[in-house]
Structure formats: structure tokens, C-alpha cells
């Protein structure tokens, strides 16, 4: 059974009915207000890309895009940055109390104002440390939230061109992983990189008014790390996507595996599977290991240079103060200068690895960015009013993105009101005339009309409200009975329901239910079968009340008897809708008020089964084969 996870949206406010792609601007950006409660979402940095295909933006520089998610954070980035420069400025004057306290010793003073200072600094030092780690987290929850609900705002919106190329899985990577690490990237990442860079220039100064000759010996530590971290991070970026690519991978692999278990199952494919979601994961394993070498190496440089300069500047010190140039307070001092060190190398260290770490995690965001959305579906049509209109096809072409024609020069009409059935051999471009109708994509040539309006002048939103369609395969949604029927039409009054429900035949499927429409189906509940499937979603389609109702295969899994019920069922629906039907079984359509024959993508005749019986030959073998299949 094909199900996926229930969450009904909350209702978007209504927004202006937007004109057709042409003349359409890109989406509003609201200003970004990351603690606002769930709701229909239009993030800054994620809702660029408009809604044309010229429209998509060409790649922003990471670096550019990173910071372009701390922006919003950028007062509380700052205070965070004051709050850890006044810990670190804290710590740095504990050497100079020091120096002054052993200078007293040495010449008998008082120490009592000293170690009271000492006392203070250190205290300080950890409120400020503590306030500046409570903020700087509560920032990076924030723009995690912000990054994941621009990309699930996206993701949901995606054109359908968009999906049918790409893995599933690796889309929601981007939004669980991929997602905390530009988290880390744009807070701590470019916290550590400026508290540890402000740090590192403060201590050199500090140390180079204590002695210039010690600073001297120091600075080869510096150029060490330097050159260090300039060859391993760039490095560390690129196996950081390589791993999250396949983290991707190992999604779309258990996507591909669980979305299909029967089959897998059946087929007795679950090595096979196995050995697909395990190389990704291996892979992930072994990009994880080449960033931990680096790494390591980084940390084990920094902490070896900064202990070799020690050994140094103790020797060296240690001479000058012998020698009497340098006194034994000021040695201490530079000593401890040194020891404070480590810590503004390590943040510079551990800032460029997590901004190394989130520009890779970035590129994978961007990538989402620049796909195409539809940006038309946020708004909530009225409901339609007025007489069913006439469906028109002129001369429309089409071809799948990359692929050959299917569709090539279809005209038809489907008259007002009627039952109009599209037949012909599979792979012919019936269901891709659907696809057309309910705008999943759009023509390359040609127009598609309801009376004289072309759809491509309607939202999306517009169309699909006065367009029902129940799909050949119809998944269903996890949640209750209930919430799977009401799905498009959440005011549907209870006597409508129960009609609807016995117009489908599902009113005795829920009177043997216990808990009856409120029973759970899909993934951790009820089973329904192909037919009863295939019912609910004509019942969803139906309490919609649309105005034109597409069935594409909708009685294939249904017995003889029920398929004959829902025949009336569609054929009173059609009082109300204009009904387009497509059928393999011709049983399904012979009584419809017009046939149109689809091969290769053209219309090869149209008329009614009588007619098309007497002079077409293809209607004739479909006839010969499905009709004597279905016993008619
Ligand atoms: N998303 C897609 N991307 C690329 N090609 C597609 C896509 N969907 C369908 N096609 C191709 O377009 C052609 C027409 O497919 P379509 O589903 O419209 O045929 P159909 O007449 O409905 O077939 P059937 O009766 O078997 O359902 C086929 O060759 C199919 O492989």
C-alpha cells in the first residue's frame, strides 16, 4: 500500500489570485521572524528562485549565502560576539593581575586588592561564558528552524518536473543534516572565527608590549597553523559534501527499498537492497574518516606548535631573565600569554572547520533553492460556481523534460456536462493529457481551455480547485478515515459525507468499523484494498464538488458489480461536473457520451463507441481484446 505521512496543512490566509507565470513577480520575502508559530512560510533566503523557468537564480558564493542566514540573527550574533569578547578580555587581564600580584610578593606588598580582582575576573569571565553559550545556542535553534522551514516550504512546492528527477531521499537529507550544520556554520562558526580572530590579534599585542623578542619567537607558531589550516580546510569542505551526498544516498536508497517492501519482498530482493543503502552508508563512513584525519591533524599542530614555543620561550625567557634583560613577573606573564593562546587558535581552528563543514552543507541547500516552485498554491479559491464547463485541448504539444514527444498536436473537446472517455494503447499520452489539466506541467505548445479561459491564466491553486482528479494509483494518506475524505473539502457538512459515502459503496466499509470513520488507515493502521482505495479518493473528489472531475483508471481494481455501481455514481456526478474518464477497460466507457482515441500521442478518432466500433480498426482490436476480457 502507498501511503505517506498525514499532516494537513493549516489553512494559508487567502492571498490575491496571481496572474499566470508570465507576469508574475517572484513571492513577497516576509521578513524572516524565526520563533513565529508554524504557518505558511515564505523564507527569505529560500523563496528566491520565481517561478519561471528563466527565473531560476544563477549560484550565490557560499560564503555570501552562509552569512545571508545569519542576517536576520545579526543583533544577537553581535551581542553574543560582545559577550565573548568581554569573557575573553576577562581572561586576558588575569595575566596582567598576576604579573602585578607577584610583583607585590616580591616586594613585600599587599596582595588583598589583587586576589579580590583575580576573584572578580574569574567570575565575570564564567557569567559571561554561560550567557554567551545559553544565546549563541538558542540563535543556532533558530536559524536551523528558519533553514528547515524555507526548505519544507520548498520542498513541498516543488514543480513536478522538479520531483521526477530527483531522489526523495536526498531531498530530505538537506532538511534533517544538512541543515544543522549551516546551523553551526552561521552562529558558533562565525562567532569562534571573529571572537577567536579579535582574541588572537589582542593576546599578540598584549604579548608584544610584555617582549617583542619572545613575540618574536611565538609568531612561528602562528605561520605554522596558518599555512596548516589553509591546505587541510578547503579539504575538510569537500568531504563534507561528499558525505552528506551519500547520507542522501543511503535515504533514497531505504526510500526506494520500504516505498516498494512488497515488491522487494516478493522478489526476494533485500540483499540487493541492502548492499545499495550500506555502500552509501560506507561511503558516508569513509568521507567521515578522511575528515577526522584532518581533523586530528589540525589539532594535534596547533597543540604541538603552541607546546614547542612554550619549551622555546621558557629557554629563551629563562636566559633573557638570567641575563637580567627581562624580569622574571614579565616571563610569567608572556608565559601565560601563551598558555591563553591555544584557546583563540582553537576557536580559529574549530570556526573554519564548522564554516568549511556548513558551506558544503550549504551547496546541497542551494541546490534546492534554485529548483523550480510552484508559488500558486498558497491561495484558498472560492468554491466554484456556475454551470460545468466545456474541457478543450488545441493543438497541444508536449515532451517530458529531456525526453521525446508525447504528446503531439492533441485537440479535443470534452463537451459541458458530459462523461467524456479517453482510450487508446498504453503509453498513448492519456494520462499525460491529466498531467496537462491539472497543470503538473505545461504545454509546449497549444493552449488548454475550461469554456474560453486557458487554464495557463489561472493559479494553479484556481485550477486544481475546479479540476478534481483521482489518480490511477491512489496512495493514501496516514491518518483517519475521516481526515483522508476530507482532505480537500475540511466543511464538508455530515449528510453530504454519508451520501457521498454510499454513492461510493463505503458506507458498509465503515459501518463494519468499530470506530468508523475515525478509524486510522496507511501506514500504522487499517489496510485498505486497491477498490476501496480507489472509492475513497473518488468520495475526496466528489465532496469537493468540482467542476470538472478526472478518473484516470479509477474502476481497474474494482469487481464487477461495484464498477457497475460507480458507473452511476460517475455518470450522476457528470449532472454536476463535465467527467473526463480514462479506462483499459472499454466495459467502463462504452456507454460514454464521447470517445476520444489517443495513439502515439495524437488523436486518432473521436465519436461515440458505436461509431468508432464501425470505422476504426485500433478501436476495433482494443474492443476485440477488452471487452471480451471483461466479459461485455
Ligand atoms: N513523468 C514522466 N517523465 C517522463 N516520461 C513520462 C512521464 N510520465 C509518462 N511518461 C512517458 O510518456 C508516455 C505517455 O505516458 P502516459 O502515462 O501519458 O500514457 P498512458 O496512455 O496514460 O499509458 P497507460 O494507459 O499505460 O497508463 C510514455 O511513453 C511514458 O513513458
Redesign the pocket.
Known amino acids: 500500500m502507498n501511503t505517506h505521512d498525514f499532516a494537513r496543512p493549516e489553512p494559508p490566509p487567502p492571498q490575491p489570485t496571481q496572474a499566470p507565470d508570465a507576469a508574475r513577480a517572484p513571492d513577497p520575502v516576509q521578513a524572516p521572524d524565526p520563533v513565529q508559530a508554524p504557518g505558511p512560510v515564505q523564507a527569505p533566503d529560500l523563496v528566491r528562485a520565481p517561478d519561471s523557468p528563466q527565473g531560476a537564480d544563477a549560484p550565490r558564493p557560499p560564503l555570501r549565502a552562509l552569512l545571508a542566514h545569519a542576517r536576520p540573527h545579526r543583533r544577537v550574533l553581535v551581542l553574543v560576539l560582545a559577550l565573548t569578547l568581554a569573557g575573553s578580555a576577562a581572561g586576558l587581564a588575569q595575566p596582567m593581575v598576576v604579573e602585578s600580584s607577584l610583583t607585590a610578593l616580591m616586594t613585600g606588598g599587599d596582595l588583598t586588592r589583587e586576589l579580590l580582582l583575580m576573584l572578580a575576573l574569574l567570575a565575570v569571565s564564567i557569567a559571561l561564558t554561560w550567557t554567551q553559550a545559553l544565546v549563541s545556542e538558542r540563535t543556532a535553534e533558530k536559524v536551523v528552524l528558519h533553514v528547515r522551514r524555507g526548505l519544507i516550504h520548498r520542498l513541498i512546492r516543488l514543480r ?2 522538479e520531483l ?1 528527477r530527483t531522489e526523495p531521499g536526498g531531498l530530505t537529507t538537506r532538511v534533517t543534516s544538512d541543515s544543522t550544520l549551516v546551523q553551526h556554520a552561521a552562529t558558533s562558526g562565525v562567532i569562534q572565527l571573529l571572537d577567536g580572530g579579535i582574541h588572537l590579534i589582542a593576546t599578540i599585542v598584549l604579548m608584544g608590549m610584555t617582549s617583542l623578542p619572545l613575540l618574536g619567537i611565538t609568531s612561528g607558531v602562528l605561520l605554522v597553523v596558518g599555512v596548516a589550516m589553509g591546505v587541510v580546510m578547503p579539504r575538510i569542505r569537500r568531504v563534507t559534501t561528499r558525505a552528506q551526498t551519500s547520507v542522501g544516498e543511503i535515504g533514497a536508497a531505504l526510500d526506494r527499498a520500504l516505498g516498494a517492501a512488497r515488491t522487494v519482498k516478493a522478489n526476494g530482493g533485500e540483499a540487493t537492497e541492502t548492499a545499495r543503502a550500506v555502500a552509501a552508508a560506507e561511503d558516508a563512513y569513509r568521507a567521515g574518516l578522511t575528515g577526522a584525519r584532518y581533523h586530528a591533524t589540525i589539532a594535534v599542530l596547533s597543540a604541538l606548535v603552541v607546546q614547542a614555543s612554550f619549551l622555546a620561550v621558557i629557554g629563551f625567557g629563562g636566559a633573557l631573565v638570567a641575563t637580567g634583560a627581562l624580569d622574571l613577573a614579565a616571563l610569567i606573564a608572556f608565559l601565560l600569554y601563551l598558555f591563553n593562546l591555544g584557546g583563540p587558535v582553537l576557536s580559529l581552528v574549530g570556526g573554519t572547520t564548522s564554516l568549511q563543514q556548513g558551506l558544503g552543507a550549504l551547496t546541497r541547500i542551494e541546490e534546492v533553492e534554485r529548483m523550480e516552485i510552484e508559488t500558486d498554491v498558497d491561495e484558498t479559491p472560492a468554491r466554484p460556481v456556475g454551470p460545468p464547463p466545456q474541457v478543450t485541448l488545441e493543438n497541444v504539444t508536449f515532451a ?5 514527444t ?2 503531439d498536436g492533441v485537440g479535443l473537446v470534452a463537451p459541458a456536462g458530459g462523461v467524456t472517455a ?1 482510450v ?12 496537462l489539466l491539472q497543470r503538473f ?1 505545461e504545454p509546449d505548445s497549444g493552449r488548454v481551455l475550461l469554456d474560453g479561459t486557458d487554464i495557463a491564466t489561472l493559479s494553479r491553486a484556481e485550477v486544481r480547485r475546479r479540476i478534481a482528479y483521482v489518480e ?1 494509483d491512489t496512495p493514501m494518506l496516514a491518518g483517519t478515515l475521516r481526515e483522508n475524505l476530507l482532505y480537500a473539502a475540511p466543511d464538508a457538512a455530515e449528510d453530504e459525507v454519508a451520501r457521498v459515502l454510499r454513492d461510493t459503496l463505503l458506507d458498509s466499509l465503515v459501518a463494519r468499523l468499530p470506530e468508523g470513520l475515525d478509524t486510522q488507515v496507511g501506514a500504522r493502521g487499517l489496510a485498505l484494498s486497491g477498490g476501496e482505495r480507489q472509492r475513497l479518493a473518488i468520495a475526496r473528489a466528489l465532496l469537493r464538488r468540482p467542476q470538472v472531475l478526472l478518473l ?2 479509477a474502476t481497474a481494481h474494482l469487481d464487477g458489480l461495484s464498477e457497475t455501481a460507480l458507473r452511476h455514481t460517475v455518470e450522476r456526478a457528470a449532472e454536476h461536473c463535465t467527467v473526463l474518464l ?1 479506462a ?1 477497460r472499454l466495459s467502463t466507457v462504452t456507454s460514454a457520451d464521447h470517445m476520444v482515441l ?1 495513439a502515439g ?1 495524437r488523436v486518432r478518432d473521436h465519436g461515440r463507441h458505436g461509431e468508432l466500433l464501425g470505422r476504426d480498426e485500433l478501436y476495433r482490436d482494443l474492443a476485440a481484446t477488452q471487452l471480451t476480457a471483461a466479459g461485455a
Not at 517530458?400 to 521525446?404: F, L, M, V, W
Open positions: 513536478t518536473a521526477d517530458y523534460p529531456g525526453r521525446a508525447t504528446l479517453l487508446g494503447p498504453s503509453g498513448s499520452g492519456k494520462t499525460t493529457v491529466f498531467s506541467y490511477q484516470d483508471e480514462i483499459h489517443l500521442g
